[in-house]
């Protein structure tokens, strides 16, 4: 299991440091770039609600889905103690069937390279197609290949300080080229009064794309246009060494 409790309930200490205003910002850029104005906006693999939130309190209606009911329910006690008006689902993409359908669907964090086979990616694009509406516009993040092949996934290790003691976390990689992934063993340690107080791991096992192979899968799931940028970057073309690419989808 990924994203368990544990792993959860840590999950923003351990990306206290990733700006999620800067890529809402970012979202909102592409928005405008694309000549689009949407007023809805459903959030697939949300997590703990860091993008929905920031968008909910921009003015959007926003939904968000995720697998894990732990994420979903720090998403949920987070947009409470907030006063945010952004709603939380867990489910499967499969099992979800919604009333109408969203202006846009985002899908921020690498969540597109979580889904390993042909088929979890053609579920995906299709999923996704079936919740927008005509001229809608989706966006994502994903794991590019010829970066991920240049560059070579690297073991590390990340520590974390707060309050109430201390996270370290180690991150050990091995590429899978012939399955196009990355294989992330996670080790969790909590340190409180300098003793151990928690130890856990999670296997988090991600796909990298390749430009044609992501034009595919959406063109399949009939999107009309397809753009491709630098994550964060609008301005210039993608390149080797950027190891996470935006695709831009129009119904």
Not at 19 to 46: N, Q, R, T, W
Not at 186 to 194: A, D, F, H, M, P
Request: hydrophobic share 40%.
């Amino acid at each position: 299991m990924i994203f368990g409790e544990d792993y959860s309930r840590i999950y923003d200490l351990i990306y206290s440091d990733k700006d999620y205003k800067k890529e809402c910002d970012f979202i909102e850029e592409i928005f405008s770039k694309h000549g689009v104005k949407p007023k809805s906006i459903l959030d697939v693999g949300c997590g703990t609600g860091n993008h929905a939130i920031i968008l909910a309190t921009r003015g959007y209606e926003v939904i968000g889905v995720d697998r894990s009911v732990h994420m979903i329910n720090v998403a949920k006690a987070k947009a409470d103690r907030l006063g945010v008006k952004a709603k939380f689902i867990c489910g499967n993409l499969q099992d979800i069937k919604f009333e109408k359908k969203f202006d846009s669907v985002i899908s921020m964090f690498a969540v597109m390279s979580y889904q390993l086979t042909n088929q979890d990616v053609s579920s995906f694009c299709r999923f996704v197609k079936e919740n927008l509406i005509e001229n809608g516009i989706f966006i994502s993040d994903f794991w590019y290949g010829p970066a991920v092949l240049l560059e070579k996934p690297q073991n590390r290790i990340k520590r974390i300080c707060y309050d109430a003691g201390e996270i370290i976390r180690i991150s050990e990689s091995s590429l899978d080229i012939e399955n196009q992934t990355v294989a992330v063993n996670i080790t969790i340690l909590e340190i409180s009064q300098n003793r151990i107080a928690n130890l856990f791991s999670e296997r988090h096992i991600v796909r990298y794309f390749f430009p044609q192979e992501i034009r595919y899968f959406l063109e399949t799931a009939r999107f009309s246009r397809i753009y491709l940028y630098p994550f964060l970057d609008t301005n210039r073309n993608i390149s080797e060494k950027d190891w996470n690419v935006t695709v831009v989808a129009i119904s």
